[in-house]
């Protein structure tokens, strides 16, 4: 009788989310059939998911949790912030387990108590516990989508980076050798417009897709963007980053006016997960490798990202860095591809290497959002859940001999009279098309019939590019 009374007792069923384990069931259930994630190609270590009633974000957390569903873990760490309580440091529920309509979800006690003895700011606070309603909200997600998991929750206190890193190593220590999911309970911005709410909340997701947790606190410390979970998110980033993890996807955002309609005063919601890509030699790098940095990558990501941010909001292109590294002063060709939710949504280049690597992203970044024939240009509503990927050419090369090309390192042109199209090396791959295929569709992209490849007046270029 004593460990039940110790046990943690939903505050805010009945509130946040049905009381009635089968009314919860399938509100649950329905969000998750409605959920479309892209397919992640990786291992899973952690999730940010929304932690609003279940009317508002639930359909946005589910994006999150259905990547995860039927997965087994030895462990789930909740992170969530504390809404109620100021203290230093995080606590841990160390004495019982936590109760939801749908059950018991079993508490780890002896990580818990492991954790706390890692380090003298991580202590068991019951009082920051009781009503929290932020780490609460995730347990019923758990509860359908994973097999049996025993369950690590944490509350923060204050969120500054040094807590965030001090939580991190005491977790290192802690979860050695097991299989762990870590969740991070965050919202983002609060009682904005919805179009301010939207730049706001488009600089968080920035950050997360980038897998930089410091660019993220800095974001956060300068108000230059809002989440109430921001330590929980650094946390988790610096966590899954020493287990392995450097990929990182935004899966869906939306704020309460989607749900309202009240456009004056929202609340943005994102999922997102942070991943290990899959170790198999099999999964081999498309394209090839131009000896661009990761930071000079990250600098082309920028300045795309900042492009299409600058006329989304109607202002002119923001200057280029400077200096600008010799890499990214040479001469060459680019395609700026965006994908929304994993499916195209803009793709525009640049073949030949008329200006230098950093102007010609810039160029068809913009380009890719509003140009592009296919689409209607990029709304502001829509930006928070792009994703960008560039490709940076190299020159063409006319060939004679089909043998030489080479399916996963090099992309396609075809040119007969007036008709011209090409397609990039990760075509191929993600169709997973043999030469024969991939000849036939570059043709189609012409408008051209598939075997004209083979006409003698057909012209057939080869060349590759780096894809980041």
């Known amino acids: 009788m004593e460990k039940a009374s110790r046990d943690r007792q939903p505050a805010v069923a009945g509130m946040f989310y049905p009381a009635y384990p089968d009314e919860l069931s399938e509100q649950i259930d329905s969000f998750l059939r409605n959920a479309n994630p892209p397919t992640i190609h990786g291992q899973i270590l952690a999730l940010v998911s929304p932690h609003a009633g279940y009317v508002y974000s639930g359909q946005v957390a589910a994006y ?16 969530s912030p504390s809404h109620r309580a100021y203290f230093k440091g995080a606590s841990v529920y160390a004495v019982g387990d936590y109760i939801t309509p749908l059950g018991v979800a079993k508490v780890d006690r002896e990580a818990c108590t492991a954790l706390m003895a890692q380090d003298p700011t991580i202590q068991f606070h019951p009082q920051v516990h009781e009503q929290e309603h932020a780490l ?6 758990l509860q359908r989508v994973l097999n049996d998991f025993k369950l690590l929750p944490i509350v923060m206190g204050n969120q500054d980076y040094a807590t965030c890193e001090r939580l991190k190593d005491a977790l290192l220590k802690v979860i050695k050798g097991k299989n762990i999911l870590i969740v991070a309970s965050s919202d983002l911005s609060h009682y904005h417009p919805d179009p301010e709410a939207r730049t706001l909340d488009a600089r968080v ?10 660019a993220l606190h800095e974001i956060l410390n300068s108000g230059k963007a809002e989440a109430c979970g921001g330590g929980p998110m650094i946390t988790a980033m610096l966590t899954a980053a020493a287990l ?41 790098k498309v394209g090839i490798d131009l000896g661009l940095t990761e930071e000079e990558k990250q600098i082309l990501h920028t300045i795309a990202r900042e492009a299409i941010e600058s006329r989304l909001e109607g202002k002119p292109l923001p200057p280029l860095p400077s200096p600008l590294t010799p890499t ?75 043998s030489e090309i080479q399916v996963g390192t090099h992309g396609l042109y075809i040119q007969k009279g007036p008709y011209s199209g090409l397609l990039l090396p990760q075509v191929a ?14 043709c189609i992209k012409a408008g ?19 894809i980041f």
């Open 64 to 79: 999150g949790y259905k990547t995860v569903k039927g997965k087994s873990y030895d462990l789930v760490i909740v992170i």
């Open 136 to 141: 609460e909200v995730q347990i019923p997600f």
């Open 205 to 214: 997701a920035e950050a997360l897709e980038r897998f930089d947790p410091k």
């Open 244 to 284: 392995g993890a450097h990929q990182s996807k935004v899966l869906v955002y939306a704020n309460s006016g989607d749900i309202t309609g009240d456009r004056q005063a929202v609340v943005g919601y994102l999922s997102a997960v942070f991943y290990k890509e899959n170790g198999d030699s099999s999964q081999k």
């Open 328 to 402: 990214l002063e040479e001469y060459r060709g680019a395609f700026v591809t965006l994908t929304k939710n994993g499916n195209l949504r803009g793709c525009i280049g640049l073949i030949q290497p008329v200006k230098p690597l950093a102007a010609s992203v810039q160029e068809m970044a913009v380009a890719a959002a509003f140009q592009d024939p296919r689409f209607p240009p990029l709304t502001k509503e829509e930006w928070p859940s792009i994703d960008i990927e560039i490709s940076a050419l190299t020159p063409f090369k006319e060939i004679q001999d089909l």
């Open 429 to 442: 791959t993600e169709y997973g098309w043999n030469r024969e295929e991939f000849l036939q569709q570059t």
């Open 448 to 466: 051209l019939h598939p075997m004209a490849y083979k006409d003698p007046d057909a012209k057939i270029y080869i060349f590759s590019a780096d």
